[in-house]
C-alpha cells in the first residue's frame, strides 16, 4: 500500500508542475496579445478605421462607447451606473407549504437588498 500512495503522490505532484507550466506558457501568450488588443480598441474607439484593403469603415457610435468604457474600466476610471448602490426589492412566490400559519392568503413575499448594508436584509 505504501507504494501506491508514493506513486499517486508522484503523480499528483508531476500533475501539478505540468499545470504550472500550461499556466505560465498561457500567460507569456496572453501578454503578448496585449499590444494587438489594446490596438483594436484603439481602433474601435475612433469614428472610422482603415481596413487592409484600404476601404475607410464607420464605426458605430455604440460600439465606440463600449470600447471607451472598456479602456476605462480596465484603467481604473470605473464608471458607476446610475443605479448602482440603490436597494433592490424582488417580489416572490411563496408556496403556500411554506406560509405560516395565518399567511395562507398571501401568495408573494418581497425581499429587499441594500447594497449599502452589505445585504443584508
Do not use: W
Request: charged share 35%.
Amino acid at each position: 500500500m505504501a507504494l501506491k500512495a508514493k506513486a499517486k503522490a508522484l503523480f499528483k505532484e508531476e500533475e501539478r508542475a505540468l499545470r504550472q507550466l500550461k499556466r505560465t506558457e498561457n500567460i507569456t501568450k496572453l501578454n503578448s496579445l496585449v499590444p494587438a488588443a489594446v490596438a483594436a480598441l484603439e481602433e474601435v474607439v475612433g469614428p472610422s478605421f482603415e481596413r487592409e484593403d484600404g476601404t475607410v469603415v464607420e464605426n458605430d457610435q455604440k460600439v465606440c462607447v463600449k470600447a471607451a468604457k472598456e479602456i476605462l474600466n480596465r484603467s481604473g476610471y470605473k464608471t458607476q451606473e446610475k443605479n448602482e448602490g440603490q436597494p433592490i426589492s424582488i417580489s416572490m412566490y411563496v408556496p403556500r407549504h411554506m406560509r405560516k400559519p395565518g399567511e395562507g392568503h398571501l401568495e408573494t413575499t418581497t425581499i429587499t437588498i441594500d447594497p449599502k448594508k452589505d445585504g443584508e436584509e
